[in-house]
């Protein structure tokens, strides 16, 4: 499995990623107009590394890693 960090992805790659990244599951996730949205690690002041041999297996490793963090930020900001 391949390692890259998310800074070196090109601008394609990061459109594709984004995309996919937000269609994984509905979460209800609607955070691209704010800066530091979580389908773009790229924008992260850390290095951000993903897994995968693809773009498609980055977002969706991504996603797995972090996904017990967003939902619980999703579900702070539904109880305020």
Same mark, same amino acid.
């Given at each position: 499995?391949? =390692? &890259?960090? /998310?800074?070196?992805? &090109?601008?394609?790659? %990061?459109? =594709?990623? &984004?995309?996919?990244?937000?269609? !994984?599951?509905?979460?209800?996730?609607?955070?691209?107009?704010?800066?530091?949205?979580?389908?773009?690690?790229?924008?992260?002041? /850390?290095?951000?590394?993903? %897994?995968?041999?693809? !773009? %498609?297996?980055?977002?969706?490793?991504?996603?797995?890693?972090? %996904?017990?963090?967003?939902? /619980?930020?999703?579900?702070?900001?539904?109880?305020?």
């Amino acid at each position: 499995m391949k =390692i &890259t960090n /998310s800074k070196d992805l &090109t601008e394609n790659e %990061k459109e =594709i990623f &984004t995309k996919i990244f937000y269609d !994984i599951e509905d979460l209800g996730i609607d955070d691209l107009e704010t800066p530091l949205p979580w389908g773009c690690p790229w924008y992260f002041g /850390s290095i951000i590394y993903l %897994k995968g041999d693809c !773009i %498609k297996e980055m977002a969706e490793n991504y996603f797995q890693e972090y %996904k017990e963090q967003i939902e /619980s930020l999703l579900k702070e900001n539904d109880n305020q």
